[in-house]
């Protein structure tokens, strides 16, 4: 069974920071290609940052210098450290697993929120 489970969200103050974890099971973490997305409420899903299986990185624009993706495959988890948050991070991010080698699965957590207060 796989499971993408995350944490970190939170209430913060403009200006603060929070670090996201998720972490997964039942997939082979280290073929996969992992993204945060982020929901604001009443909008889509957007992706905001993805950490390849091979370590590249990239981030959507209103993230760049200020949110780092990265992963530790010994532990099977993908990290968002947001500093400087504003009140437009507020929402729903989501971590998702897109398998890069073989056959093209694709997972999603459930999601863990995080407020931005101004």
Same mark, same amino acid.
């Given at each position: 069974?796989?499971?993408?489970? /995350?944490?970190? #969200?939170?209430?913060?103050?403009?200006?603060?920071?929070?670090?996201?974890?998720?972490? =997964?099971?039942?997939?082979?973490? #280290?073929?996969?290609? $992992?993204?945060?997305?982020?929901?604001?409420? #009443?909008?889509?899903? /957007?992706?905001?940052? !993805?950490? =390849?299986?091979?370590?590249?990185?990239?981030?959507?624009?209103?993230?760049?210098?200020?949110?780092?993706?990265?992963?530790?495959?010994? %532990?099977?988890?993908?990290?968002?450290? $947001?500093?400087?948050? %504003?009140?437009?991070?507020?929402?729903?991010?989501?971590?998702?697993?897109?398998?890069?080698?073989?056959?093209?699965? /694709?997972?999603?957590?459930?999601?863990?929120?995080?407020? !931005?207060?101004?």
């Amino acid at each position: 069974q796989v499971q993408l489970v /995350e944490s970190g #969200g939170g209430l913060v103050q403009a200006g603060g920071s929070l670090r996201l974890s998720c972490v =997964s099971s039942g997939i082979i973490f #280290g073929l996969n290609d $992992m993204y945060w997305f982020h929901q604001a409420p #009443g909008k889509q899903r /957007e992706q905001v940052a !993805v950490v =390849s299986r091979i370590f590249t990185t990239a981030y959507v624009d209103s993230v760049k210098g200020r949110f780092t993706i990265s992963r530790d495959n010994t %532990k099977n988890t993908v990290y968002l450290q $947001m500093n400087n948050l %504003k009140p437009e991070d507020t929402g729903v991010y989501y971590c998702h697993a897109r398998q890069a080698v073989g056959p093209p699965t /694709e997972y999603w957590g459930k999601g863990t929120l995080v407020t !931005v207060s101004s």
